[in-house]
């Protein structure tokens, strides 16, 4: 089955000037050009959030996958009709941003952030390599469904945060921290439901890391004043409330 993309591809091949055909430096062009526009769509919006892998990344592995991907379609000469495997070069980039994706994830006190930015590196990448290897239109097509996902679901996510948050303590280590919070959850008509408990040495004093989610199936969630009352009801060294990534 021959695509639109192929169709242009076609097209612009059979452009010449004086005799020298032009059309794969136009594709790589347009290639380049489209790579920079919509893995920089997809990094913006992680700037704006503030994220540690921002606008410049996702550029510069999107430019550098799809560049990769051209090399490995026209950079490798044919030898007596035996063509190379194209997709050998592509296999690399997909492993070697994985282990740059891993780097934007971070695990601190059982708490994991960045999984999102690392998808979207990863995904840059993926924009890169069909931006390269001329299949346009799924570019631009995946491009929206990332950005409706990143910014579209963000007012969905944050309802469904309101009525079952993540909440992070860090309390002194005889606290009976978890029947505390149960039972102010309770008298607020909430359940609790505990995701993990850590102790750990922080210089002299021992503390507890307790990170659980209340919920509630009928109404929002109050989050500062319950967060507030559970401070005060554990002496907790800090109370943080788990926002998406």
């Given amino acids: 089955m021959i695509t639109l993309d192929q169709k242009i591809a076609e097209l612009l091949n059979s452009w010449t000037i004086d005799g020298w055909p032009i059309g794969n430096f136009v594709l790589v062009v347009i290639a380049l050009l489209l790579s920079l526009l919509l893995c920089g769509a997809v990094g913006l919006e992680r700037e704006v959030r503030g994220r540690t892998a921002g606008l410049r990344t996702h550029l510069l592995v999107g430019v550098g996958s799809c560049v990769i991907m051209v090399v490995s379609i026209y950079g490798f000469p044919v030898y007596d009709g035996v063509k190379h495997d194209i997709a050998r070069l592509a296999a690399q ?120 989610r209340i919920q509630s199936t009928k109404e929002a969630i109050d989050i500062e004043a319950i967060s507030e009352e559970i401070r005060l009801a554990t002496d907790a060294y800090s109370v943080e409330v788990l926002q998406p990534n």
Avoid: Q
Wanted: glycine share 8%; net charge positive; with cysteine.
């Fill in 93 to 212: 980039v997909i492993s070697g941003v994985g282990f740059l994706g891993a780097g934007a994830i971070i695990y601190r006190n059982s708490s994991t952030k960045g999984l999102t930015t690392a998808s979207t590196i990863w995904l840059s990448m993926a924009i890169g390599l069909a931006c390269g290897s001329m299949n346009f239109i799924l570019a631009i097509v995946a491009t929206l469904m990332i950005l409706l996902i990143l910014v579209g679901l963000r007012r969905f996510e944050k309802r469904i945060a309101t009525l079952k948050p993540f909440i992070r303590l860090i309390v002194p280590v005889d606290t009976p921290v978890l029947s505390k919070v149960t039972e102010i959850a309770k008298k607020h008509g909430y359940e609790v439901t505990p995701i993990s408990t850590e102790r750990y040495a922080d210089g002299e004093k021992e503390k507890i890391d307790f990170t659980f």
